[in-house]
């Protein structure tokens, strides 16, 4: 999307008011879309599919699970294997998301000192050799494994498998009226931006157009070929 800038003749003072006006027109063309289905009986299905799939989950892959616990622990013993941090639901719904920790205790802490080096645009955080990783974390991250206990917040309800992560609050306090689509729905397991090649390097404008573009024509088939793809992606350890 091009924005106007003083290059443009265009008072400086006029350019947040020219952005949130194109901005609200993009995002009225995605929601022209959004209601043109009628998407009850998938809503249902898929909240169905999400009870099947996660229970399946959870108990085929509880070895697994206490596995990761126990490496997690021995690796760094001075906080337990599982991580919890208040992330935006539906609507902006806040809710607790559950994680195999990777990190060091007090990760949240020590951001402060390493938001300098983001290396993603827009409100999100990430960097390549994060340096609060504990043993064993990075190889988490990479294979998307530190993922896993989310599952139980599908069977809460307050995830779904696939669907637009979801952020956290700080992130969308920084939101456009555009980004702020992509909280309509239920967060996910899996989205669209996870499944990308070099997802990382995806801007942030390119992050929302993907899960915002995924919300709008959503179906099973989709959400299937999705899931298929995070596992070919796991196994090729893409992630951060």
């Known amino acids: 999307m091009k924005y106007a800038t003083q290059d443009d003749g265009i008072r ?7 952005k949130l006006q194109e901005d609200l027109k993009h995002r009225q063309e995605y929601l022209d879309r959004l209601y043109t ?21 959870l108990t085929l892959l509880s070895p697994v699970f206490l596995g990761i616990s126990l490496f997690i622990v021995i690796s760094d013993p001075h906080a337990g294997p599982i991580y919890k941090q208040v992330r935006l639901g539906r609507h902006a719904k806040p809710f ?9 205790a007090n990760a949240d802490e020590l951001l402060e000192q390493l938001k300098d080096q983001n290396e993603m645009n827009g ?26 206990p989310q599952f139980v917040n599908v069977l809460m309800g307050n995830m779904t498998v696939v669907g637009p992560r979801p952020p956290l609050p700080q992130e969308v ?8 689509l992509r ?7 899996t989205c669209a931006w996870q499944i990308q090649p070099r997802r990382n390097d995806l801007s ?10 995924y919300i709008c024509d959503r179906n ?7 899931i298929l793809a995070t596992v070919r992606t796991m196994l090729r350890r893409d992630g951060r």
């Open 12 to 18: 400086m003072g006029d350019v947040d008011r020219i």
């Open 37 to 57: 289905k009628d998407r009850r009986w998938y809503w249902r299905g898929k909240r169905v599919f999400d009870i099947v799939f996660s229970t399946l989950a």
């Open 96 to 104: 607790i998301v559950y994680k195999f920790r990777t990190m060091v």
């Open 123 to 148: 409100p999100v955080f990430k960097i390549a050799d994060d340096p609060r990783i504990i043993r064993g974390g990075r190889f988490l991250r990479r294979t998307g494994l530190d993922e896993l």
């Open 173 to 180: 306090a920084h939101y456009s009226e555009f980004d702020k």
């Open 183 to 189: 909280l309509m729905v239920t967060p996910g397991l």
């Open 204 to 213: 942030f404008e390119e992050w929302m157009d993907l899960d915002i573009s």
């Open 220 to 226: 099973f088939w989709g959400d299937i070929k999705i």
